[in-house]
C-alpha cells in the first residue's frame, strides 16, 4: 500500500527565513510526488510534481522540492518566505503502476501541514 | 475558464435526507474524483470515474453513489445522509495519466444534523 507522513502538524516560521515543509513517502514501485497548497475556504492549488529525472523540482510561487530517493522523502522548501505563504500544504503521492506495485493506485494525500509565516 | 465548479457551497441536512452534489469542468479532462477532507486526515478519495462512462470505489465510498452524467460533469449522491458524513467536499479532475497533476473546486461544505 502507498502511503505519505507529513510529520508536522504546524510549522512557524519569520518573514524572509528560509521555510521547509517535509514529506516521506511509501509506494511499492517508483513514485510521482505531488505539493499542493490550500488557502482558507478554497481548494487546493497544484505547486509542483516529481516524476523522474532532476531531484530538485521547482514549482509556482518560488517553492521547490528535493526529492531524496534514499530517504524516501520530498521536503517543500523556499529559501525566504512571505507572509503570503501561510496556508495549509498537502504532500502526495501515485506510484508509477510498474510491475511490482500490484493494481492500480490513486493519489493518495498527507494530513497536511499548516503553515504560518510570521511578519 | 472556469476550471472546475462545484455547487452547492454549503449545505445543512438532516440524517436520513439526501442530496447531490454536482461537479463540472471545462477543461476537457478524462478524470474526475470526489474528496472528502475532514481535519488532521488529508483528503479521502471517495469516489472517481477515469473516463467519461467508468466509475471506482476509492478509499472511503460507503453510503455514496456517484453518476459521470457526461465528460464535464460528475455527481456524488448521498441517499441517507449520516452526522459521519459531515465534512468538505472536493472534486477535482486531471487529465489521463498518473504523473498529472489534479484540479480541484472550491469545495462544499456540508454538514449533517
Known amino acids: 500500500a502507498q502511503s505519505v507522513a507529513q510529520p508536522e502538524d504546524q510549522v512557524n516560521v519569520a518573514e524572509g527565513n528560509p521555510l521547509t515543509v517535509k514529506c516521506t513517502y511509501s509506494?511499492?514501485?517508483?513514485?510521482?510526488l505531488f505539493w499542493y497548497v490550500q488557502y482558507p475556504n478554497r481548494g487546493l492549488q497544484f505547486l509542483l510534481k516529481y516524476i523522474t529525472g532532476d531531484n530538485l523540482v521547482k514549482g509556482s510561487y518560488g517553492f521547490e522540492a528535493e526529492f531524496n530517493k534514499s530517504q524516501t522523502s520530498f521536503h517543500l522548501k523556499k529559501p525566504s518566505a512571505l507572509v503570503s505563504d501561510s496556508a495549509l500544504y498537502f504532500c502526495a503521492v501515485r506510484d508509477d503502476g510498474g510491475i511490482s506495485s500490484g493494481s492500480a493506485r490513486q493519489l493518495t494525500f498527507g494530513s497536511g501541514t499548516q503553515l504560518t509565516v510570521l511578519p | 475558464n472556469a476550471g472546475v465548479t462545484q455547487t452547492p457551497k454549503f449545505q445543512v441536512l438532516k440524517t436520513g435526507q439526501s442530496m447531490t452534489l454536482q461537479c463540472a469542468q471545462d477543461?476537457?479532462?478524462?478524470?474526475m474524483y470526489w474528496y472528502r477532507q475532514d481535519p488532521g486526515m488529508g483528503l479521502r478519495l471517495i469516489y472517481y470515474s477515469a473516463s467519461e462512462g467508468t466509475t471506482d470505489k476509492g478509499e472511503v465510498p460507503n453510503g455514496y453513489n456517484v453518476s459521470r452524467l457526461n465528460k464535464r460533469e460528475f455527481s456524488l449522491r448521498l441517499e441517507s445522509a449520516a452526522p459521519s458524513q459531515t465534512s468538505v467536499y472536493f472534486c477535482?479532475?486531471?487529465?489521463?495519466?498518473?504523473?498529472?497533476?489534479?484540479?480541484f473546486g472550491p469545495g462544499t461544505r456540508l454538514t449533517v444534523l
Open positions: 477535482a479532475s486531471s487529465s489521463s495519466g498518473r504523473y498529472n497533476e489534479q484540479f
Open positions: 477543461m476537457n479532462h478524462n478524470s
Open positions: 509506494v511499492s514501485g517508483n513514485p510521482y
